[in-house]
């Protein structure tokens, strides 16, 4: 079957505009995550989604990050006016509700503000 | 603070010769631990996923292992290649959390 899908895969854009990066989870993932890798550093966690749950939002860097999702489904990251710190991949994975298999991650989206 | 920790930060080993990459965290109450492999320029990879309750779990040449009352995985590599070059992550899902926390990863080279 599919696995977890991003697009695009990869994104140019200039400091100051807004980026919509996209994922597609494994059908059937009730849980989905971000995370983001900056260059030469860790993944960091950014937000989790669980059904229709609120979503735990602990982990965005700041108010110009957010996400949503539409049920079990799709979910977008938007980063409104992009700074040159946002330069990094971004990661989406999914799991089942309790997580038992594990994550499973997308190949990720690059993000180059310029 | 939940953390993990990966020693070594990078290692370089001759084709053929067995490994081990060792992973560290804060807190014993885990609820799992996963292996991952990311290529230059990929995603991640899952490897092998040991659930607290386990002690250790296999996959071909890979065997992972868990002590949570020390706070340390390991992850043994048989035989090494060329092929299994890779930066190697190891995550941690804490019982009262849903996110994964990584470790930086240790980069590996396997010199044919």
């Known amino acids: 079957g599919a696995g977890v899908s991003q697009s695009p895969s990869n994104k140019v854009t200039e400091k100051g505009k807004d980026v919509e990066l996209r994922c597609d989870p494994i059908s059937g993932h009730t849980a989905l995550y971000w995370y983001r890798q900056r260059l030469g550093q860790g993944l960091e966690f950014l937000i989790y989604f669980q059904g229709n749950s609120a979503p735990d939002k602990s982990g965005l860097p700041s108010d110009r990050f957010s996400a949503e999702r539409t049920g079990e489904s799709v979910s977008t990251l938007t980063i409104q006016r992009t700074q040159q710190e946002d330069s990094a991949v971004y990661l989406c994975?999914?799991?089942?509700?309790?997580?038992?298999?594990?994550?499973?991650f997308g190949p990720g989206t690059r993000l180059t503000v310029t | 603070k939940q953390e993990v920790t990966q020693i070594p930060a990078a290692l370089s080993v001759p084709e053929g010769e067995n490994l081990v990459l060792n992973c560290s965290f804060t807190?014993?109450?885990?609820?799992?631990l996963q292996w991952f492999r990311q290529d230059p320029g990929k995603g991640l990879t899952s490897l092998l996923l040991i659930q607290s309750s386990q002690r250790e779990q296999t996959s071909g040449r890979l065997n992972a292992s868990l002590d949570k009352s020390s706070g340390r995985s390991t992850l043994y590599i048989a035989a090494s290649q060329p092929g299994d070059s890779a930066t190697y992550l190891c995550a941690v899902r804490w019982e009262y959390g849903n996110k994964l926390v990584f470790g930086a990863g240790t980069i590996l080279r396997v010199k044919s």
């Open positions: 807190d014993s109450a885990i609820y799992n």
């Open positions: 994975a999914s799991s089942t509700g309790l997580g038992l298999q594990g994550q499973y």
